[in-house]
């Protein structure tokens, strides 16, 4: 019994043959794929694919009086949010445009307060709304899909001049 007991760091030829080598290849790989599966599996659940903390993404205008909440990440036809607020309105009626090649490539399926009027041209969609209370400011909810995986930039700019530009991935 003893003449067949090896070091297990030892390549084998009896029972079976096995070149130790090409084994610890093997288990290396095998450790770095359950590595990459885990992360792929933590960063979907913190958002790195859809909703979630590392999609969530607030961008602000330079004079601070339009904001603008979204997913910097979604996923192809579902379901998707964009908040949008104006801080500071200077007329009872004011507009809100977005514009740029993700408008497009995105399904409007609500609108949140609904628009007084909505006009569409080439990649742009603008809304105008009135509003009874100049200084409380206002938000507009809108929610949609995405049709189609890529890169897409997005500028939502108000009747004040005030501008947030931003960019969305599309997962397929």
């Known amino acids: 019994m003893d003449d067949f007991q090896q070091d297990e760091a030892q390549n084998r030829h009896y029972p079976v043959e096995e070149n130790m080598r090409w084994q610890r290849r093997e288990w290396r790989i095998q450790q770095l794929g359950y590595a990459l599966l885990l992360a792929i599996v933590v960063g979907g659940a913190c958002g790195l694919f859809s909703k979630g903390f590392l999609s969530d ?8 009086s339009l ?13 998707m949010a964009m908040t949008i607020r104006l801080h500071a309105l200077r007329d ?10 993700g408008v497009d490539n995105f399904q409007l399926q609500s609108i949140q307060p609904q ?10 969609l603008t809304l105008w709304y ?8 206002a ?18 700019s108000d009747s004040s001049g005030a501008q947030v530009d931003f960019t969305q ?3 397929p």
Not at 67 to 79: I, L, W
Not at 116 to 121: G, H, I, K, T
Not at 139 to 156: C, D, E, H, R
């Open 139 to 156: 938000s507009i909810w809108l929610g949609g899909q995405p049709q189609s995986p890529g890169k897409y930039a997005f500028t939502v």
């Open 115 to 124: 628009p007084l009027r909505a006009e569409s041209s080439e990649h742009s």
């Open 130 to 137: 009135k509003t009874q209370n100049i200084n409380r400011g």
């Open 92 to 101: 009872r009626l004011y507009s809100i445009t977005l514009s740029g090649d």
């Open 57 to 64: 993404r607030t961008r602000v205008s330079p004079q601070g």
């Open 67 to 79: 904001e603008v909440k979204y997913e910097r990440f979604a996923r192809q036809q579902s379901d």
């Open 169 to 171: 991935w599309v997962y």
